[in-house]
């Protein structure tokens, strides 16, 4: 079989069906065998990053592996951002290239195995024809249970050589890893004795499907709930649940956690935000459980590290408490028996122009339940990511290596996993200018997309980074270059509002899902956008 071949049955077997891609020599082999012999979407995208950033899309919001597919050399260096972004979000991304042939002086040769590790990226160069398929299935192996993006480098050289006999590869099972016996031990002594436990869970407890073990524990124990900004909604039903904890949660949530003597975090790597910069459980101690090097990123080391799967741990937990009879304190009645407010209260302005916040709230409310929220990175996050809601697992955003520009194509590569449900994007002005030539992308794939633009004519962190240095904000100021029209002219439709009558107007006038991206302008004054 020829090596084009194999690689495109290998991914096809292993679950694939989507790859985001821009043509050159590198790659061009193993997308016509991708697109002929193995049927799949393929979705070409204007540039490179884009590709690598709509595969990291749809991976954060399927949990499935997200494959772009680009050519060597300056189509990998193009890269080098959004792999970054997709690294630091442990995102399930694979990167399909090929090194330039074996000639002297070629133009695009470039040092691949250094540009993917640079970015912290895996790297496999496949061999031989006859170690293709186990090399790509190993890689791929390596990718889900690992959750670190992969390069994989098939020499051109290789792809167009005649190729070897192979069997077909075994599709991959599910991986839940059983929590340790020691540190499960030592978690349930702390709990024992603690008098105000409390609970986060995050993304991994989410993957694991742990939202109702996590919810039985805390009924045994008496502990009120929480989750991170990724694990949103999980406990939107319970009385006792916090909201968000830390830095985009409500003050009177963080008030109770920073009480807590005992935290208790499935799947949660426990960050600086998350952790309110140590005021949660800020004299308790911490429980960490995840199946991934629990403390590895944690703002304060964890107490206790229990390495096991999110939802068979708080099972597990549940039976050996339940088992010696244990009952909680009288803590979490006390302090949350009725349901707290989980949202930060704000103000709103009282000038007729928009206020960001208020018009998240509103968009919050108009826009269907049924969503996936996807932002970019700026100074609007601060006042969309408290009240913008999405569904468990439904909210992305790109700031884990805290570029701009990356929001648009994550979201175009969740749409394009998510057809049949309104994807919203929210970027800056700044951050949408400097992507948006892939609204050629989301204009031919007609996908269901509503992309809010936070137009405040500025680069808004550096206006208020300005201000607050007692600078001139006005550097960080951009003239409008006329949003409405630049996407008017990629084929898309654009609605301007600056006011919250005529936001309401706009929302008003959605119906359904839209047929193609829509682009809402919300013109903002940057002397009233909050900076934090
Ligand atoms: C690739 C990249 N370039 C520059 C920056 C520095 N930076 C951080 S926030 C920001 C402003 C972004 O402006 P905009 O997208 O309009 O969002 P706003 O802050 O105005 O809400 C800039 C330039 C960055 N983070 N990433
Ligand atoms: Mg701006």
Same mark, same amino acid.
Not at 63 to 83: D, R, Y
Not at 428 to 431: P, V, Y
Not at 488 to 515: I, K, Q
């Given at each position: 079989m020829r090596v084009p071949s194999r690689v495109a049955q290998v991914l096809r077997t292993s679950g694939v069906n989507t790859v985001f891609g821009l043509m050159g020599d590198g790659n061009l082999p193993h997308l016509i065998a991708l697109i002929e012999e193995q049927a799949m979407c393929f979705v070409p995208t204007t540039g490179e990053s884009g590709a690598v950033s709509m595969a990291d899309g749809m991976a954060r919001a399927t949990?499935?592996?997200?494959? $772009?597919?680009?050519?060597?050399?300056?189509?990998?260096?193009?890269?080098?951002?959004?792999?970054t972004e997709a690294v630091r979000a442990r995102s399930r991304v694979l990167v399909l290239t090929g090194d330039t042939p074996n000639v002297p002086h070629h133009l695009q040769s470039f040092d691949l195995q250094a540009l993917a590790h640079l970015t912290g990226a895996d790297y496999v160069r496949i061999r031989s024809a &006859?170690? =293709?398929?186990s090399q790509l299935a190993g890689a791929l192996t390596r990718l889900r249970y690992e959750s670190r993006p992969v390069v994989v480098d098939i020499p051109l050289d290789l792809a167009v050589s005649a190729g070897a006999p192979e069997a077909p590869p075994q599709p991959l099972g599910p991986f839940a890893s059983v929590p340790d016996d020691d540190g499960l031990d030592a978690a349930l002594g702390i709990i024992a004795s603690a008098r105000k436990? *409390?609970?986060?869970?995050?993304?991994?407890?989410?993957?694991?499907?742990?939202?109702? *073990?996590?919810?039985?524990?805390s009924e045994l124990i008496r502990a009120p709930l929480a989750t991170t900004l990724l694990a949103r909604g999980m406990f939107t039903d319970s009385v006792h649940n916090l909201g968000i904890s830390g830095t985009v949660g409500s003050r009177e949530s963080l008030d109770v956690l920073a009480?807590?003597?005992?935290?208790? *975090?499935?799947?949660?790597?426990?960050?600086?935000? =998350?952790?309110a910069d140590g005021a949660v459980a800020a004299q308790g101690s911490i429980i960490q459980i995840d199946h991934r090097q629990p403390g590895r990123d944690a703002f304060r080391p964890p107490n206790v590290a229990v390495t096991g799967d999110a939802r068979k741990s708080a099972v597990e937990m549940r039976t050996l408490l339940a088992d010696a009879d244990f009952t909680g304190s009288s803590w979490r009645s006390q302090r949350c028996g009725r349901r707290n407010a989980t949202k930060p209260a704000f103000t709103p302005a009282t000038t007729t122009g928009l206020d960001l916040r208020q018009a998240a709230v509103t968009l919050n409310e108009q826009l269907p339940a049924h969503r996936t929220v996807v932002t970019d990175t700026g100074r609007f996050i601060y006042s969309v990511w408290p009240y913008l809601d999405a569904p468990p697992g439904q909210f992305i955003h790109t700031l884990n290596f805290a570029s701009i520009g990356l929001g648009l194509s994550t979201g175009i590569g969740a749409s394009a996993a998510n057809r049949d449900r309104l994807t919203i994007v929210v970027a800056?002005?700044?951050?949408f200018?400097?992507?948006?030539? &892939?609204? $050629?992308?989301?204009?031919?794939?007609?996908l269901p997309m509503l992309i809010v633009v936070a137009n405040d004519s500025a680069y808004g962190m550096e206006y208020f980074n300005l201000a607050r240095a007692g600078l001139d904000p006005a550097h960080a100021l951009m003239s409008d270059p006329g949003i409405a029209q630049i996407v *008017?002219?990629?084929?898309?439709?654009?609605?301007?509002?600056?006011?919250?009558? /005529?936001?309401? /107007?706009?929302?008003?006038?959605?119906?359904?899902?839209?047929?193609g991206p829509v682009v809402l302008d919300l013109q903002l004054d940057p002397a009233t956008v909050p900076g934090e």
């Open positions: 949990g499935q592996i997200g494959v $772009a597919s680009v050519t060597h050399g300056p189509g990998m260096a193009n890269t080098v951002t959004a792999l &006859e170690s =293709t398929g436990p *409390a609970i986060i869970a995050g993304q991994g407890a989410l993957i694991s499907g742990a939202g109702s *073990a996590i919810e039985e524990l009480e807590s003597d005992c935290l208790i *975090a499935f799947g949660a790597s426990l960050n600086r935000f =998350t952790m800056g002005d700044g951050g200018l400097m992507s948006v030539n &892939e609204l $050629a992308t989301a204009v031919r794939e007609k *008017a002219g990629y084929g898309a439709r654009a609605v301007s509002v600056s006011t919250h009558d /005529e936001l309401d /107007e706009c929302l008003r006038g959605l119906h359904g899902l839209p047929d």
